[in-house]
Structures are given as structure tokens and as C-alpha cells.
């Protein structure tokens, strides 16, 4: 006990330590006077994924048609804000893409960019919901080991990202994901809103592409980073590029699992194969070679 205790102290010492020394423009923003609140919503969003299912068991989905439909609306709103806002003021500012030290100063634009990346991390939150949804509407299918892992890592990440390095190379990151997240919602929208538009979603496996993709440029933007060794936290560079890797990872397994092997497995099921046509692993004469077969009996 006496070991749990100093660990504990030592922790204690080195955030007191580490909120000395974070951004003092954003201290009195929502959720940012300490971490206690972000990771209890985590907690919390972990907790209703575990016992969401069970409570659902035995329960009739919900159907939130136009609910979601608003949800969806106000999401692309939210990014597109977001990206706006990054993309506008970094511009205006001289940002580099390659490498941008953070600011600190409270020049009107800065402060939109730090405002910016918070409205970025709180999104994070408010897409949580999107688990909920699934887990009342009983598509537990949807909530995959990537799903829950994306979102209940992004919140946090962000926290850290808003309250110590609000600015700088953090833009570029927050720009592209809210860009790529005003298409993903526009998709959820229209999907929301019935089978009868399922035609016009035909267009989902690029989103996937899309997705991937975006992880990819934010890759080579952090690796570029430590190679030209920009002034910001390299310990963040290095982490990025971690997480980066196990959402690039997850995302192929995903591409895998849901077009490739799943084409594949339309093809085995419906394609000619050897002297007969498979369905469902079940060989299927053609009906002139039936006819053929009953001629000789």
C-alpha cells in the first residue's frame, strides 16, 4: 500500500508539474481546469458500451429516424465549422505545413485556432453518441473493437492536445479529420433516413478510402515533423505516429474484412465454379443439365 501510495504522489507531483506548464489561454474552457473530467466521460462512455447490449437484450431497437438525422446534421456543421476555422486562420497566419511551432500569443487568429481544436476535442465527446445510437437501435455489429477504440481514445488524446498545445502542428491533424468527418456524416445522414435512399450511399467503400487515407498524409505530416525536427513536443510526434500505426492497422483489417473477403465471398457464391454454379457452398446444376439428368433416368 505504501508503494500504491507514492506512485500516486509522484503522479500528483508530476501534473502539478505538467498544469504549470500548459496552455494558460485555454484554463478556464469547458472541461479544461483538469483531467478528472475527460476521463470520467471516457469511463463512462466505456462502461455504457459494456452494459448497453445486456440492458437491450430483451428490447425492441429504437428507430430515431429523423433524430438521427439531426444528429448527423449538427455533426457536419460542428466540422465543417472546424475546419473552416483551421483552414482560414492557418493560412492567414503563414502556418507551415511542414512545420509550425505552437503560439501562445493571444492574436485574435490564434485564439480562433485554439478555439477551433477545442470545439475538435468537445466534437470528440458528442461523437460518442454515435456507440449509443448503435447500441440503442440494436446494430451491435457496428460497435467493433476499431469503433470503440477510435472513439474512446480520441477524446483524451484531444485533451491533452487542447490543453498543452493548443495551436501549431495540431491543426493540420484536427483540419483533415473534420474535413473527412463532414463527408462520414453527410453519409450517416442520408442513411438515417431509410432504405429508399440506400442508392445514392453507394459510394461507401471510397469513404473507407477516404478514411485511410487521411491517417496516411497525417503519418507522413508527423514523420516530416521529427525529421525536421520542429519545435513541438517531440514525445507528442512520437506518440502520434504510435496511434497512428494502430488506427492504420485497424482500418486495413476493416477494409479487408468488409469488401475484399466479403466480395470474395459473393464471388464464391455466385460464380461458376469447376462443373457447376456455388450458392452458399451448395453446388447447383444448371436446368439443361437437369433436364439432361432426368432423360437418363
Known sequence: MEVIRDKISEFHEFYEWAHSVSDDRVKDWLFMQGYTPTLVLSG???????????????????KFKYTLFIYNF????MNFHICSELFINSIALGYSYSCQPVSYTYDPREMRVAKALWWFYFSKLVEML??????????????????????????PIWYIGVKWVAGGQSFFGAMINSFIHVIMYTYYGVSALGPE????LWWKRYLTKLQLLQFFVGMV??????????????????????YGITIIALFINFYIQAYIKA????????????NGYV??????????????????K
Open 44 to 62: 463512462l462512455y466505456l462502461v455504457a458500451v459494456y452494459i448497453g447490449p445486456k440492458l437491450m437484450k430483451d428490447r425492441e431497437p429504437f
Open 74 to 77: 449538427i455533426l457536419i456543421i
Open 130 to 155: 454515435d456507440t449509443i445510437f448503435f447500441i440503442l437501435r440494436k446494430k451491435d455489429n457496428q460497435v467493433s473493437f476499431l469503433h470503440v477504440y477510435h472513439h474512446a481514445t480520441m477524446f
Open 197 to 200: 435512399y440506400q442508392k445514392y
Open 221 to 242: 505530416y508527423a514523420i516530416q515533423g521529427i525529421i525536421l525536427e520542429c519545435e513541438f513536443p517531440m514525445w507528442m510526434q512520437w506518440a502520434g505516429i504510435v
Open 263 to 274: 466480395d470474395n465471398k459473393k464471388l464464391t457464391s455466385n460464380g461458376k465454379q469447376a
Open 279 to 296: 450458392s452458399n457452398g451448395d453446388t447447383k446444376l444448371p436446368k439443361q443439365w437437369k433436364a439432361e439428368a432426368k432423360k437418363d
